[in-house]
């Protein structure tokens, strides 16, 4: 079952998500918060005027001495209640107890504070209390009397409902919250706008993407774009120039292709013509129609090689193979081509062998077996091409002490390489010159591009080998020799495991 196509996600309506949503969080957070400072600063001046209030009510407390003990006196001045209870917004309530706790005046109901809430006679307090259902105000002291124990000071309270501090509040939130709501949604337009500008400059860069020409790859400029898209365009120039390059090789290596076919179907042609003559002038020479029909099997042969080489570099320079790795016994691999080229190095008496590691199984890579396996042939292919008769070709598998490469290595007998054309002989279509050996020039070039796909370490150097004693002794042809040595990554060592 295929795996639901995720949805495509909006980079504008992605940043404007993350700039709204702090906003429309902290906006209820605002609200809270004014509510509780409206509240604070609402309650500052009320709470100063219940004060006074308790401070003017104190001073009305005396002592007086009734049968040798002091009392507590208190008296209301005229018209005192009267004010007391013509507040229009709130109800206001008081209360004085005695020396001990005997009432005095006011309102039996009010409640005392708690003894543990107690406070030094003076000392002004709030408190919120309940009385007849309904919220108060507190502002309460004891009064100091001089000579008597803190325990039994005299006690004033004032009390008043809370109508005019939450209407003072009420209208000190209605003068903040309500401008924020013609400022929010302000504000949530500037945002829009501000970002619908600012992401102006990727809309421009896509059309001026869109605009160009499928065969134009040079570089964008970067001046023309703000600078946190950058790093995006300078990767896709990157991207670009990879890509011209890649272009630029296909053409150069289609172009190479089609002249080195040339040769090979030319002589094809040119053999036949001769041979229909030869057949159409009724004097046609068995011999000489036999040897055009063998140049005609030898260009035939030459270009179906060139063919499978062509064909084995597209496999080689084919990326999807990554995908499809695992893990190989490269000794197997490089044992079974040797035997496959037995016949072809009989032919010409060439000493073809074999040596694979002793020091225990051998470690595995992790690649692509078909790759790997061309890889080997045109190793081989090469050295038995450029090896003279009774010459020597080796195949070699080995593991590094540490385990941690397996080293393939293939020489031979032949002329060798000269240092300068070692980098050289890696390219599509080149052959060392002078060499006279027939072959396409794509061997080599294969194998550097299937061990760059399998992170291989390849080197050339001379093989310092010699011709086997008593296979065509005097043949011209011998020198230094050939060895090629790639050095791959164990599996579960090197990059490639995780390719």
């Known amino acids: 079952m295929p795996a639901p196509r995720r949805e495509q996600r909006s980079l504008f309506g992605e940043i404007l998500d993350w700039m709204l949503a702090p906003l429309l969080l902290l906006w209820p957070m605002s609200v809270v918060l004014t509510w509780l400072v409206a509240q604070s600063i609402a309650n500052k001046p009320y709470d100063r005027q219940l004060g006074e209030m308790v401070r003017v009510l104190a001073q009305q407390v005396s002592i007086e001495m009734a049968e040798g003990a002091p009392v507590a006196n208190f008296e209301l001045p005229a018209g005192a209640s009267e004010i007391l209870r013509t507040d229009e917004a709130d109800t206001i309530y008081y209360q004085v107890l005695g020396l001990r706790g005997e009432y005095l005046s006011g309102d039996r109901t009010l409640p005392v504070p708690p003894e543990e809430e107690r406070t030094p006679p003076g000392e002004l307090r709030y408190r919120d209390e309940t009385l007849n259902n309904d919220t108060v105000r507190v502002a309460y002291l004891w009064v100091e009397v001089p000579g008597r124990p803190v325990s039994s000071a005299p006690l004033v309270q004032v009390a008043e409902t809370l109508g005019k501090r939450s209407r003072l509040a009420t209208e000190i939130i209605k003068g903040v919250i309500l401008p924020q709501f013609v400022i929010l949604p302000l504000a949530v337009l500037l945002v829009w706008l501000a970002l619908a500008r600012g992401i102006a400059p990727l809309n421009e860069l896509q059309q001026r993407i869109r605009r160009r020409d499928s065969n134009d790859l040079s570089p964008i400029a970067e001046r023309d774009v703000p600078e946190e898209v950058s790093p995006l365009v300078r990767a896709i120039n990157d991207l670009l120039a990879r890509l011209d390059q890649s272009l630029r090789s296909q053409k150069h290596f289609l172009a190479d292709a089609a002249h080195q076919l040339k040769t090979p179907l030319a002589g094809l042609r040119t053999q036949a013509e001769l041979a229909q003559r030869e057949i159409d002038a009724g004097a046609a020479d068995p011999k000489a129609v036999k040897r055009s029909l063998q140049q005609i099997a030898l260009s035939s042969q030459r270009a179906a090689h060139m063919v499978n080489q062509l064909l084995a570099m597209a496999r080689a320079e084919n990326k999807e193979h990554a995908s499809h790795r695992q893990n190989v016994n490269l000794a197997r691999l490089a044992a079974e081509t040797v ?98 050996a027939d072959g396409s020039g794509l061997g080599l070039a294969i194998v550097r591009e299937i061990a760059e796909q399998h992170q291989a370490e390849i080197t050339l150097a001379e093989a310092n080998l010699r011709h086997r004693p008593g296979l065509a002794e005097g043949s011209e042809g011998f020198g230094p020799g050939a060895r090629f040595t790639l050095r791959f990554p164990a599996a579960g060592t090197g990059p490639a495991a995780g390719s």
């Open 339 to 436: 035997r496959d080229f037995v016949p072809r190095a009989m032919e010409k008496r060439i000493d073809l062998g074999y040596e694979g590691s002793e020091s225990g199984p051998p470690l595995p890579v992790t690649g692509h077996a078909l790759l790997l396996r061309e890889l080997i042939r045109n190793l081989v292919d090469n050295a038995l091409q450029y090896t003279p008769a009774g010459g020597t070709v080796t195949v070699r598998v080995m593991d590094d002490p540490f385990r941690q490469v397996v080293v393939l290595q293939v020489e031979d007998s032949g002329p060798g390489i000269p240092p300068a054309e070692r980098e050289q002989v890696f390219q599509p279509f080149y052959r060392v010159l002078g060499s006279g």
